[in-house]
Structures are given as C-alpha cells and as structure tokens.
C-alpha cells in the first residue's frame, strides 16, 4: 500500500510535470508594449523606416509591422502566444498576415528599460545572425488577450493594454488607442475592407478573453 507521504509526493511531481509542459511567459516582459529601436544583420545596421510595435500580455502576444507605402515593402502582423526558458523565448504564430505557418525563438537579453533580441534568419538560404534591440515601456494598466473562432480554428487574436490595442486576423491587423475622444488607427495592414471589419469587431461581444494580467506597479 502506498503511504500518505509517498502519495503526496507522486501527486507533487505530477502536478509538477503538468505545470512544467504549459507555455511560460517571460517575467521581464509581463504587461508590456515593447518597440523596436534597431538592427542588426550580421553585425550590420539596417536602415529602415519600419514601425515596429509588439505588445505583450503574459503569455499572449499581438506584433505589428508597418512601413511607409513609398519603400515598396509589405506590412504584416502576426499574433499567438511565447514560451520562456531564460534566455530564450518562443513564438508560437498562431494568425500571420503573411501566411507563413512557422515559429521562431530568440535569445534576450534585458537592460532596465529596454532588451536585446538575439537569433538567426535566413536570407536567400543563407543563415544570418540578427540582432534587434527593444524599448520596454510597463504599462501599469491591466492587459487582457482574447480571441475570436471560426469554428474549431482561432479567426482573430487582440491585445489590449491600457489605452492601446492590436488585433490580428489571417489577411490584416490594426494598431489603435482608445480614449474618452473615441477610437483612432495608429496603423493597419491589410485590405481597406478586411481593415474595417476588424475595426468594427473591436465593439464585438464574441470576443473570448483566454488571459488577463494584472498591473505593473
């Protein structure tokens, strides 16, 4: 017979095991809007005009890449959810503008304000080593994630942090504030009516809230 202690013991490692395969967010990114500063490509500086905002719940995530129409280069935006294993972090994609299905990991390094992304990508079949840096801003509003579903699969994903949200469907995304002045697009990707739509849904009740975190103080 199985002694009380030993019972304990085997229903602790269990709950342990469990615990341990659940995604973990990254305590140093909890409750953040998070923007890209610079890059580097092989040790190179890319100059580019890019707008790159990524806000962070806990586990959830929403990013948003836009460019000015004139560099001939395409926005996109993708959204899901990171698993922490210091140093490294993983993004699960689950809705890409692009259409890509792919995951990627980084390592990170973290300053007080701001953090360094380090990992690889490849170019023409080639891989390079990259190097992004990000300024960290806490937001000491709750965060919430939600998503929406079309049948079994997720149809959109939203981060909402303080005043500012992103949501992200497979074909665009928006970046807006909200205020007591109304609803204003800081940015979006995607076809005029796709982006409408979206910006519609924002005041939709079928939105599945799937995690909240609590404040920075």
């Not at 129409?69 to 994609?93: I, K, M, Q």
Request: charged share 25%; with cysteine.
């Amino acid at each position: 017979m199985v002694g009380t202690q030993q019972l304990k013991e085997s229903l602790w490692g269990v709950r342990r095991i469990v615990s341990d395969s659940f995604p973990k967010g990254c305590p140093q990114l909890l409750n953040t809007k998070n923007t890209r500063t610079g890059m580097r490509i092989a040790g190179e500086i890319v100059e580019e005009n890019a707008t790159v905002v990524w806000l962070q719940a806990e586990k959830w995530f929403a990013d948003i890449r836009t460019f000015p129409r004139c560099s001939g280069l395409e926005s996109y935006a993708f959204a899901g959810t990171v698993d922490w294993g210091n140093p490294r972090l993983c993004f699960h994609h689950l809705l890409n503008t692009q259409g890509i299905d792919e995951n990627d990991n980084a390592d990170f390094e973290f300053k007080n304000s701001f953090c360094i992304e380090r990992g690889y990508i490849l170019i023409d079949g080639v891989r390079k080593d990259f190097e992004e840096t990000w300024s960290i801003e806490k937001i000491s509003a709750p965060c919430k994630a939600s998503v929406r579903h079309n049948g079994s699969k997720i149809r959109s994903v939203r981060v909402d942090q303080g005043t500012e949200s992103i949501a992200v469907e497979g074909a665009c995304a928006i970046h807006v504030s909200m205020s007591s002045g109304g609803l204003k697009l800081i940015s979006s990707v995607g076809r005029g009516a796709c982006v409408h739509g979206l910006l519609e849904s924002l005041s939709d009740p079928h939105w599945e809230v799937v995690e909240e975190s609590g404040t920075n103080r």
